[in-house]
């Protein structure tokens, strides 16, 4: 099985756990003289067996993301956190910029040239710019990991 493949079941295993969880939730109680929509129990048991099968999958993936190697410097662990941190930083610097623009925010816009003016503390166009580099670098390393998950085996 692809690494690809193995994210593909992790993400539909989360999915069926959530539904059981959720499922089992609302049938643990019912009214008396009535009998529930599901047995809450059984719920709870295929839960369970999902949490195991997402247990392995997760040790798995995790596994063949640690040994799989993008390049000499990089394991495919590195480039998620890596892909991560670009992520996050294309969002600061962007609301950054978009507050110092006045974009954002209330009390942004003058109604009276006798109201306060506001000012930028930072260069907004060196963070447009910074924004769109992060976003660039997220972009081709997304590219790359998504390469590796559909060229690596996932090990045992």
């Known amino acids: 099985m692809k690494l690809a493949e193995a994210l593909a079941l992790r993400s539909d295993a989360s999915k069926r756990f959530e539904q059981m969880r959720s499922r089992a ?10 009998a529930p929509a599901e047995d809450a129990g059984e719920l709870v048991a295929e839960a369970d067996r999902v949490l195991a099968e997402l247990e392995d999958l997760i040790s798995r993936i995790n596994r063949t993301n ?8 990089m394991t495919v662990t590195d480039a998620i956190a890596r892909r991560d941190v670009l992520r996050l930083r294309h969002a600061l610097y962007t609301s950054v ?3 110092a623009s006045g974009r954002s925010g209330p009390g942004m816009a003058r109604q009276m040239r006798s109201e306060l003016r506001y000012v930028s503390a930072v260069t907004v166009g060196e963070l447009r710019t ?8 997220h972009r081709e390393l997304d590219v790359r990991i998504q390469q590796a998950n559909w060229e690596t085996d996932l090990v045992d």
């Open 25 to 34: 939730q609302a049938n643990a109680r019912y009214q008396e003289g009535e």
């Open 97 to 99: 910029a978009d507050a």
């Open 130 to 137: 910074a924004a769109d580099e992060a976003a660039k670098q």
């Open 66 to 73: 640690a040994a799989t190697r993008l390049d000499e410097d």
